[in-house]
Structure formats: C-alpha cells, structure tokens
C-alpha cells in the first residue's frame, strides 16, 4: 500500500487567504483509493454547506466549499474529477482530455464519504473502488484540492500546486502524486 500526505497550498491572489491549514492524505491498495482532507483553524469564517439528509449527485459543487480531486491515467490524457462536498453531495466527470468532453461519469451510483465537522476541524474520508473505471494494473497520476468560500462570499484554491496563472484543477502540472 503506498501512503501520501500533503499540505495544499492557496492559490496566490488578491483575496485574503483564512488562517487555515489544509491537509490531504491519499492512499491506494489493490485499486482501492483512500483519500482524506482536514482543515485546521477558525471556520466560523467559512461558509460549509450544512449535511444534508439525503447525500445527492449534484452539479457545480465547486460553486461553495468542495474537496476535489483528480484522478489520471499516467501517458494518457484521460482523467476524471471527484467533487465532494461537507452536505455529502458529489458527483464525477469523465474528461477524453485536457476539459475536453465532460461526462457524468456513470460507474459510480453512489459516492459514500464520511464528514467530521468540529469547531477548529473539518474532516472528509472517502474511500472508492476504482476498478470500475481504472484497471488495476494502469498507473495513475493524482492531483488534490478544495474550494474554500468564506461567510463573505469570497472563495480561495487550494492544491498540491499551482502552475498556472489562475487556479486551474484541471492542469496536467498538479497531478502530481504518482501511484
């Protein structure tokens, strides 16, 4: 079983940044995929969805706080995009390459995931069999990252890195933990 863990980093701008720490951990085990996010610090700042009672598969949950991570194939332009949200919503999107062909990924009916909310901490657990989409014997290149929004609107990026000139999720340069 190979084990990462990281702290993400915002993406520098104009907008003030929240004292906050985020972490993320990604493990992989015979093509079971462990990932996790803590944030760390004052999060009466921020705007988190409340838990919803029935978790759905939804669109544009990178529009409020959502973890999100990206999962590509290594010499291939394949990748897809897993949004989690703290309500526990999500959804999974299949790209041929680089944004290019956006499709709800439908291996997935469902994406369980377990959300800690505390008053300094926020914690996000899923674990995902991919052998519906990936076989186990393909290499895979991983990107994480979140979209933090403040009570004010306001939302800042965070990843593993930022390679662009503006945050971009989708750039092949983030995916940057091998497996």
């Known amino acids: ?4 863990n990281f702290f993400i980093q915002p993406f520098p701008s104009d907008n003030p940044v929240p004292d906050l720490k985020i972490t993320a951990g990604i493990g992989l ?25 029935m978790p759905l598969r939804k669109h544009k949950l990178w529009e409020e706080t959502c973890f999100e991570f990206f999962l590509g194939l290594k010499n291939s332009d394949e990748y897809w995009e897993f949004n989690l949200s703290p309500a526990g919503h999500w959804n999974v999107y299949s790209f ?7 499709q709800e990924e439908t291996a997935f ?12 901490s926020l ?26 929004k403040s009570k004010d ?9 930022h390679p662009g ?12 933990a091998d497996f």
């Open 29 to 53: 085990h015979s093509n079971i995929l462990a990932v996790s996010y803590t944030i760390l610090g004052s999060l009466k700042q921020l705007l988190i969805p409340e838990r919803a009672g």
């Open 153 to 161: 609107g306001k939302a800042t990026y965070w990843a593993l890195k």
């Open 96 to 102: 041929d390459s680089y944004r290019y062909n956006m």
């Open 123 to 148: 914690q996000l657990a899923a674990e995902l069999d991919l052998s519906r989409i990936v076989p186990a014997d393909k290499a895979l290149r991983i990107a994480v990252s979140a979209v933090i």
């Open 165 to 176: 000139s503006r945050p971009d999720f989708h750039h092949q340069d983030s995916f940057i």
């Open 109 to 120: 009916k469902s994406l369980p995931f377990e959300v800690l909310n505390k008053r300094e």
């Open 1 to 4: 079983m190979k084990n990462l």
